[in-house]
């Protein structure tokens, strides 16, 4: 189904089946298959391929050779109807490549609101990326890697498979991730070391001296104060009682199954 104000350009491909909403532009040379859902205001530049049970929110800007929804790279794949799911806002540049989730990974690839995905970047399998996210040039996600919210990814950089990286987290470029990252962190280099709290970051985002206060503290037990790392997050819960911000941290931690960086 597509509506009467879509601007389809005559050399685009539409299947039979496909949902393209009010005021979409398909550029030329455009892919879009049969289980595709295009949210309203969406622009496709040229050459974009979005394939699979693919579903794009409203207002997102895809610029040329982007793929999107295409079967992913991992072996045990064997064709089961997984998905893609893209918020609102989203500018995903040139050749930006998203796959499909898997049985075993739930099933679902998921990018929320209002990122940016430079040029080349690679969204693998079962990923999920909250808001708010820049992923720069050549930036490579492994399968089943969360993303969560105003977290920055230098270009070059690789994390691996499984990895949990906090919000607020920036990582530099050229780095490996090979662990998880606490939320509000820098990290930096291959493998990827801690080099302290991402202070600017945090004032840009609205967090008053207080607040950095607070995660200042607890990235001191996490690092500094020798206690093990279960020490450390145990501590870190009970502070998280008085000072909500430290539930930033509880959250990460429920979720982090590689250990953190050092």
């Known amino acids: 189904m597509i509506n009467q104000s879509a601007v389809i350009h005559p050399t685009a491909i539409i299947e039979e089946g496909a949902i ?4 979409v532009t ?3 040379f455009c892919f879009i298959g049969s289980e595709v859902e295009i949210g309203e205001g969406t622009q ?3 050459h974009v391929v979005i394939n699979g049970r693919t579903k794009i929110g409203c207002h997102n800007q895809i610029y040329q050779f982007a793929s999107i929804g295409e079967i992913n790279q991992d072996l045990k794949y064997a064709g089961e109807p997984t998905r893609v799911e893209i918020g609102d806002r989203n500018r995903i540049r040139e050749s930006v490549s998203i796959h499909r989730g898997t049985k075993q990974g739930g099933e679902l690839t998921k990018i929320g609101n209002d990122n940016l995905l430079m040029i080349n970047t690679h969204i693998a399998h079962d990923c999920l990326i909250g808001n708010h996210c820049v992923l720069a040039n050549n930036a490579t996600l492994g399968g089943h890697v969360i993303i969560d919210d105003y977290v920055i990814i230098g270009g070059m950089t690789a994390v691996h498979q499984f990895c949990v990286i906090g919000a607020y987290v920036m990582v530099g470029g050229c780095s ?3 662990q998880d990252i606490p939320p509000c962190m820098i990290a930096q280099g291959n493998h990827a070391t801690a080099f302290g709290i991402n202070i600017e970051g ?3 985002h609205g967090f008053d001296k207080e607040l950095r206060s607070a995660i200042s503290e607890a990235h001191k037990l996490l690092y500094r104060s020798k206690k093990t790392f279960e020490e450390a997050k145990n501590e870190i819960a ?3 009682e008085k000072k909500t911000v430290l539930k930033l941290f509880n959250d990460f931690f429920v979720r982090s199954t590689r250990g953190i960086i050092r």
């Open 202 to 204: 945090l004032k840009r």
């Open 26 to 28: 398909v550029g030329p």
């Open 238 to 240: 009970i502070v998280a």
């Open 176 to 178: 490996g991730v090979a």
């Open 44 to 46: 496709l530049k040229s």
């Open 20 to 23: 393209i909403a009010a005021n």
